[in-house]
């Protein structure tokens, strides 16, 4: 944020140290990763610093092993299905709470997006208990099902947003005209809200991929994600490999949430809410 030039020497002053505060917040935040990051380039299974010399060995455990590549297939796999489901899902419940005449918005949009206030560990309980009984335990389709109702919400608010300022008349000229109600969707409303769709879409990914307590109660050892391995790891040995492993989903996190902040500029540009 630049200061304007028609600012007192007291507001500038403000100002400044504003940033000045950020910089520190942004700086307490980030200290942590910056610290641990290098330690992956170490050629010694030690987090020590000074480091004696670099190596990529870890990186070529992380990439080359078994273990490590079959969770991160069953992440990726895992966080591609729910990613999917939720998004289709999570759609269709930001279509309909879009409605002017919807009953029970309020109590209905607050139960769509629980899941995001009550703490994760209570979920997971609720969903061991109730997975029990149908046997979707230590199944594939119990975790996709249970990281779905994780990650849906971020596809209603994400989508509901872009519906704010979505015009509906639209939607009834195309039906005017005799389009169906598919072709209306595919043709007009999903052009429309497709970065709200799509950034909803990467935060699903990104809510499965992190995902660890529900993992650890519900998946076995067939359905072992790569935050679950990294969480064993730590109990069992400490190894250079789990930061190999932090640092690269790190760096897709970076990747993903850089692709969501030009999909809101985008979005913000296409309803001109931003010029440039």
Same mark, same amino acid.
């Given at each position: 944020?630049?200061?304007?030039?028609?600012?007192?020497?007291?507001?500038?002053?403000?100002?400044?140290?504003?940033?000045?505060?950020?910089? *520190?917040?942004?700086?307490? +935040? =980030? !200290? /942590?990763?910056?610290?641990? #990051?290098?330690?992956?380039?170490?050629? &010694?299974? %030690? $987090?020590?610093?000074?480091?004696?010399?670099?190596?990529?060995?870890?990186?070529?455990?992380?990439?080359?092993?078994?273990?490590?590549?079959?969770?991160?297939?069953?992440?990726?796999?895992?966080?591609?299905?729910?990613?999917?489901?939720?998004?289709?899902?999570?759609?269709?419940?930001?279509?309909?709470?879009?409605?002017?005449?919807?009953?029970?918005?309020? *109590?209905?949009?607050?139960? +769509? =997006? !629980? /899941?995001?206030?009550?703490? #994760?560990?209570?979920?997971?309980?609720? &969903?061991? %208990? $109730?997975?029990?009984?149908?046997?979707?335990?230590?199944?594939?389709?119990?975790?996709?099902?249970?990281?779905?109702?994780?990650?849906?919400?971020?596809?209603?608010?994400?989508?509901?947003?872009?519906?704010?300022?979505?015009?509906?008349?639209?939607?009834?000229?195309?039906?005017?005209?005799?389009?169906?109600?598919?072709?209306?969707?595919?043709?007009?409303?999903?052009?429309?809200?497709?970065?709200?769709?799509?950034?909803?879409?990467?935060?699903?990914?990104?809510?499965?991929?992190?995902?660890?307590?529900?993992?650890?109660?519900?998946?076995?050892?067939?359905?072992?994600?790569?935050?679950?391995?990294?969480?064993?790891?730590?109990?069992?040995?400490?190894?250079?490999?789990i930061i190999a492993a932090a640092t690269v989903?790190?760096?897709?996190?970076?990747?993903?949430?850089?692709?969501?902040?030009?999909?809101?500029?985008?979005s913000e540009r296409l309803r001109g809410i931003?010029?440039?």
């Amino acid at each position: 944020m630049r200061a304007s030039a028609y600012v007192s020497p007291i507001e500038k002053g403000w100002c400044y140290l504003h940033r000045l505060i950020c910089g *520190a917040v942004l700086l307490f +935040l =980030i !200290a /942590p990763i910056l610290a641990i #990051v290098p330690l992956s380039f170490n050629s &010694v299974p %030690f $987090f020590t610093y000074p480091m004696p010399s670099l190596s990529l060995r870890w990186y070529q455990e992380f990439f080359f092993t078994n273990r490590w590549q079959g969770a991160l297939l069953n992440s990726i796999f895992i966080a591609i299905s729910v990613t999917l489901l939720s998004s289709v899902l999570g759609t269709l419940a930001a279509l309909g709470l879009s409605r002017n005449n919807f009953p029970w918005r309020t *109590a209905i949009t607050g139960l +769509l =997006i !629980a /899941p995001m206030v009550v703490p #994760v560990v209570i979920t997971a309980v609720g &969903v061991y %208990f $109730f997975f029990a009984n149908v046997g979707l335990l230590n199944t594939y389709i119990g975790l996709v099902l249970a990281h779905t109702t994780l990650a849906t919400p971020f596809v209603v608010i994400t989508v509901t947003a872009t519906m704010k300022g979505f015009d509906h008349s639209i939607v009834r000229a195309a039906s005017s005209l005799g389009a169906p109600p598919i072709t209306a969707f595919f043709k007009i409303t999903l052009p429309l809200i497709m970065p709200g769709f799509i950034s909803g879409a990467l935060f699903a990914f990104l809510t499965s991929f992190d995902e660890v307590v529900v993992a650890l109660f519900i998946a076995g050892p067939e359905q072992r994600t790569l935050p679950r391995v990294m969480f064993s790891g730590m109990r069992e040995e400490i190894s250079p490999t789990i930061i190999a492993a932090a640092t690269v989903l790190i760096l897709f996190s970076i990747g993903m949430l850089t692709a969501v902040e030009l999909l809101r500029r985008r979005s913000e540009r296409l309803r001109g809410i931003r010029n440039t």
